[in-house]
């Protein structure tokens, strides 16, 4: 075990920590120092067009992270189930005996039209993506509080959080909750030192795959709809990689001054 790096001492709760973002961030953060407290609900939603992650997926992640010297603690439970997220959190922070970062990475989506949209996939879409992330600060900060040495909070939002996205309306409007969310909270912890942030991906290679669900639509409506969706640099897709190095970045002290900001990591699409 190392006591390097700049996390050095330090704990990171990871949601959605099975695959993905969430897997990149939990070994970003365990690479620079950090123990962490990882959930994944390791399930197949309903709605979504994918399949979920697996509990071998977790246990992957522990693999990885244990990999590179650190301790973890991952634990299968939902988002959407406040006592068990609680429950995990708690469990974390007694066996490696703090919190310092809070990563609320965990969201799902499914396609289709506005008015299309079921009520079973918006109300799950809204149930994992919105209230999940309220359930992870909800769990955090009464610790950050108690503790009284500041900490920092990561909500996952998108591109969908600051543009109109076609096809994903329920989607869009999670990410645009979690920022508005996120700028009530960071004016309500400042005083505290807690910071509390936004990161922005686009397309991320991820198990979150819509590309066979997304296709018909970005097909009919490719000269209308479609340019939405451009990105600004000559690539398609971002890595889990390059989300895990900027989250990490925006939790250490080097960005200690910024609290209810939204981070575009989205290849310039916003830009368009």
């Not at 973002?21 to 197949?44: H, L, N």
């Not at 290679?205 to 000559?234: E, F, R, S, V």
Request: aromatic letters at 8%.
């Amino acid at each position: 075990m190392t006591d390097s790096g700049r996390f050095a001492g330090k704990v990171a709760f990871i949601t959605g920590a099975a695959r993905g973002q969430g897997r990149a961030e939990a070994v970003k953060f365990a690479s620079d120092g950090a123990d962490i407290i990882a959930i994944d609900a390791c399930t197949d939603f309903a709605t979504t067009p994918y399949a979920g992650a697996t509990e071998d997926d977790l246990a992957e992640t522990v693999r990885l992270v244990e990999a590179t010297g650190r301790r973890i603690l991952a634990t299968k439970v939902d988002v959407r189930d406040f006592a068990g997220l609680e429950a995990a959190l708690k469990a974390g922070v007694a066996e490696f005996g703090r919190l310092d970062f809070v990563v609320a990475n965990a969201g799902i989506c499914s396609v289709g039209m506005s008015w299309e949209i079921t009520a079973e996939q918006w109300q799950e879409v809204i149930d994992v993506n919105l209230t999940g992330v309220f359930n992870t600060a909800k769990a955090a900060v009464p610790i950050f509080l108690e503790q009284g040495e500041g900490g920092s909070i990561v909500f996952t939002s998108s591109l969908s959080g600051l543009k109109g996205t076609p096809f994903t309306a329920h989607y869009a409007a999670t990410k645009h909750g979690v920022v508005g969310l996120a700028r009530v909270m960071a004016n309500e912890l400042g005083m505290d030192r807690i910071r509390v942030n936004t990161v922005h991906p686009a397309g991320v290679a991820t198990g979150m795959d819509l590309g066979g669900a997304m296709q018909p639509y970005l097909g009919k409506y490719a000269a209308t709809l479609g340019p939405i969706y451009m990105n600004t640099l000559p690539d398609e897709w971002a890595t889990p990689e390059d989300i895990a190095d900027v989250v990490a970045w925006m939790s250490s002290d080097e960005a200690k001054h910024m609290t209810g900001a939204e981070m575009r990591v989205d290849i310039g699409a916003s830009n368009r």
